[in-house]
C-alpha cells in the first residue's frame, strides 16, 4: 500500500481526504504531517493557491521521500478584487483569527448591498512526489456573503457564505452537505484520478 502524506496537521482535512479516497477504492495509506514531526511547517510564499499549495507538498515529499498532498484555499470577494484571497487566514494581520478576520472583512463590506456581494472559496490541491512530478487541480464553491455571521459548523468565513442555490451558509450545513458542494471536496476529488494516474 502506498503511503500519501497529507501536508498538514488538521484532523480534519485528513479525514476529509481519506473518506474522498476511501469513496473513490483508492487504497492509499493516508497521514498527516503531525506523523513526521521532524518536518517543519513551509512558508507560504506564492502568489496563487497553486503555487502556495505545490511549495507545501514539494517540501514534504523532498523531506520524507514519500509522495505528497497540499492543498491552500481561501474566500474570493469580487467587489475586493479577489481579495482576501490567498491572504484570507492573516486578512486582520494575525494568522488563524477566524474572528478577526471576519469583523474585518465585513466591515469593509458593510456598505456593499447584496446584488454585489458575489464571492466564492477557492481551493487549489496538489500532488508532488520525490522525483519532482506534480499535479495541481482546482475546486471552486461561489455563493454571496451575509451581512452578519450565521452558524455554528465549519471554521473560517463559513458563517457568511451562502453557497448558490442555497439559503443558508456554509456553516448551518452538516459536514456531510457541506463536504459534496465544497472548494475542498471538489479539488480533492478531482485529485482522484491524478492519484490513480501517478500511484496506481
Not at 497540499?70 to 469580487?78: F, K, N, R, Y
Request: proline letters at 6%; a negative charge.
Amino acid at each position: 500500500m502506498t503511503r500519501l502524506i497529507l501536508a498538514t496537521r488538521n484532523a480534519g482535512k485528513i479525514t476529509e481526504l481519506r473518506a474522498i479516497l476511501a469513496d473513490a477504492g483508492l487504497p492509499h495509506d493516508l497521514v498527516g504531517a503531525d506523523a513526521y514531526p521532524e518536518v517543519p511547517d513551509v512558508k507560504e510564499t506564492g502568489v496563487t493557491f497553486a503555487e502556495n499549495a505545490l511549495l507545501k507538498a514539494h517540501a514534504l515529499a523532498r523531506a520524507t521521500g514519500l509522495p505528497a498532498v497540499a492543498d491552500d484555499s481561501g474566500l474570493c470577494v469580487d467587489v475586493l478584487g479577489g481579495a482576501p484571497g490567498i491572504f484570507s487566514a492573516r486578512w486582520s494581520g494575525t494568522h488563524g483569527d477566524d474572528r478577526a478576520n471576519l469583523q474585518l472583512l465585513l466591515a469593509q463590506l458593510a456598505d456593499i448591498d447584496d446584488t454585489h456581494r458575489a464571492a466564492h472559496f477557492a481551493c487549489a490541491a496538489a500532488l508532488a512526489l520525490p522525483d519532482g512530478t506534480e499535479r495541481v487541480v482546482e475546486g471552486r464553491m461561489p455563493g454571496i456573503l451575509r451581512h452578519e455571521p450565521i452558524g455554528t459548523n465549519g471554521f473560517g468565513y463559513d458563517p457568511i457564505l451562502q453557497p448558490d442555490g442555497y439559503e443558508v451558509t456554509c456553516a448551518q450545513l452538516s459536514p456531510e452537505e457541506k463536504n459534496a458542494i465544497s472548494h475542498r471536496g471538489k479539488a480533492f476529488r478531482a485529485l482522484v484520478p491524478v492519484v490513480r494516474e501517478l500511484l496506481g
